[in-house]
């Protein structure tokens, strides 16, 4: 069973999805719709046959008066059908690059676990089926990769440790497959997704959450009913463009 860590910021204004924030959604709007996909990417986890492992930012990193266990728990407790098999803890390291080193490390050599994943909420697209079939790939793989646009990654799968020093460094699917060529581990990839982290990705998440719900497809439920309610819509003003229809009311 693959332990599946997810690195959540707390949901806080001003401290998440900053380089989507702006003139279409305001800092407390980026860090609700923060907040669905961090519970939607949860549930996602839970879903499957992986366990759920909740990584919080520790105290010294978040703004002044946050609890980060607490902002991160709170919700995630409340979205969860079995709470109880839910597992928090704190991030250790300066970087991200090494607070997932630190995790993926210690839960293979200490923990015994037979294989960890990496994710962020930013994952908006992470559904059961992609981390039940990476599972299946890291039995035969040491590295697992989700690629996403830009040289970025959704999901970052391991059997064995490389070196993370820098590892997340763009182009991150690039550098994550040198670090495991460089450690003699076979790369296996799942299918390409987005990821939800600027203003740009929003040009190809919203047409691709609308057009799979209205398929009937399963999509992030919270975050998708969070977009539909902003009125956050992609037109053709001679190209592509993310504007806000409605007013939140």
Do not use: W
Not at 14 to 27: C, E, M, S, T
Not at 93 to 101: D, I
Not at 123 to 130: C, D, F, I, T, Y
Not at 170 to 183: F, H, K, Q, S, Y
Request: hydrophobic share 40%.
């Amino acid at each position: 069973m693959t332990t599946v860590t997810v690195l959540a910021d707390p949901p806080v204004s001003g401290f998440v999805l900053q380089d989507l924030a702006g003139d279409l959604l305001d800092d407390d709007e980026a860090a609700e719709l923060y907040e669905a996909m961090l519970l939607d990417v949860c549930r996602a986890v839970e879903s499957s046959g992986a366990e759920l492992l909740v990584n919080y930012r520790p105290s010294e990193q978040v703004p002044d008066g946050v609890d980060p266990e607490a902002a991160v728990r709170e919700p995630v407790m409340d979205a969860l059908d079995s709470p109880s098999n839910a597992r928090f803890e704190v991030q250790v390291g300066s970087t991200f690059a090494g607070r997932v080193g630190n995790t993926v490390t210690h839960l293979l050599d200490r923990e015994d676990v037979a294989t960890v994943a990496a994710v962020e909420p930013t994952a908006v697209l992470l559904n059961r089926q992609l981390i039940d079939s990476a599972a299946m790939k890291l039995r035969s793989s040491g590295v697992v990769l989700g690629p996403a646009d830009g040289g970025r990654v959704y999901y970052a799968g391991f059997g064995d440790p490389i070196d993370f020093e820098d590892s997340y460094a763009i182009p991150t699917v690039e550098t994550l497959g040198e670090r495991a060529a460089d450690a003699g581990l076979d790369v296996d990839f799942l299918p390409s997704n987005p990821v939800l982290e600027t203003r740009a990705d929003l040009k190809t998440v919203v047409p691709l959450l609308r057009a799979r719900n209205r398929a009937g497809r399963v999509v992030p439920q919270r975050t998708t009913a969070f977009l539909d309610d902003l009125g956050v819509r992609v037109i053709d003003d001679g190209a592509p463009t993310v504007v806000r229809e409605t007013d939140r009311s």
